[in-house]
Structures are given as structure tokens and as C-alpha cells.
């Protein structure tokens, strides 16, 4: 499947595509697109968790867009900890 559209004279034009923060409306794209990579993704346990995951200061879910269709996605979790030492 592609993505350019074909042009009267021949020429092709891909859609302007952007990357934003995931919503609770995007599980169905992103379900699709993980079902490509082989995972299951019609368990019930699905929607709580990305659920979850959104409201999870911690995770980052980001999805690329063109004409409002979800291509693909990317998820980051950020770890933040304290490095310290005691010296006496």
C-alpha cells in the first residue's frame, strides 16, 4: 500500500504527515498496526492498559499521522531516578 496519490500530470504528492501524542481514539489504528508485527490484540485486557498508559506520566505514546490516519507509533517510558553519593 502507498502512500502518494497520483496527479493528473503524472507527478505523485505524498500527504503531509505529522507525529503528536497518542489519544484514547487512536487503539483502534494502533491495533491494526500491531497485529502486522504479529502481536494479539483483541484481548480484553487491550483497552484498560492503553488506557493506563496514556494517563501515565511516565509513558510517552507517539503516533504518526497523515490525513488523519494513524502509520505508526513509537512508545517511550521515562525512568527518572536521583544519582547521589555521601561524602564524608
Same mark, same amino acid.
Given at each position: 500500500?502507498?502512500?502518494?496519490?497520483?496527479?493528473?500530470?503524472?507527478?505523485?504528492?505524498?500527504?503531509?504527515?505529522?507525529?503528536?501524542?497518542?489519544? %484514547?481514539? %487512536?487503539?483502534?489504528?494502533?491495533?491494526?498496526?500491531?497485529?502486522?508485527?504479529?502481536?494479539?490484540?483483541?484481548?480484553?485486557?487491550?483497552?484498560?492498559?492503553?488506557?493506563?498508559?496514556?494517563?501515565?506520566?511516565?509513558?510517552?505514546?507517539?503516533?504518526?499521522?497523515?490525513?488523519?490516519?494513524?502509520?505508526?507509533?513509537?512508545?517511550?517510558?521515562?525512568?527518572?531516578?536521583?544519582?547521589?553519593?555521601?561524602?564524608?
Amino acid at each position: 500500500m502507498t502512500r502518494e496519490t497520483a496527479m493528473g500530470d503524472g507527478a505523485a504528492v505524498r500527504p503531509q504527515s505529522s507525529v503528536r501524542a497518542a489519544r %484514547d481514539e %487512536d487503539l483502534p489504528a494502533v491495533l491494526r498496526l500491531l497485529e502486522q508485527l504479529g502481536y494479539e490484540a483483541e484481548s480484553p485486557r487491550v483497552a484498560p492498559v492503553w488506557k493506563t498508559l496514556l494517563a501515565d506520566p511516565q509513558y510517552n505514546i507517539l503516533v504518526a499521522v497523515a490525513d488523519d490516519e494513524v502509520l505508526g507509533l513509537i512508545t517511550m517510558r521515562v525512568h527518572l531516578c536521583s544519582a547521589y553519593a555521601v561524602v564524608r
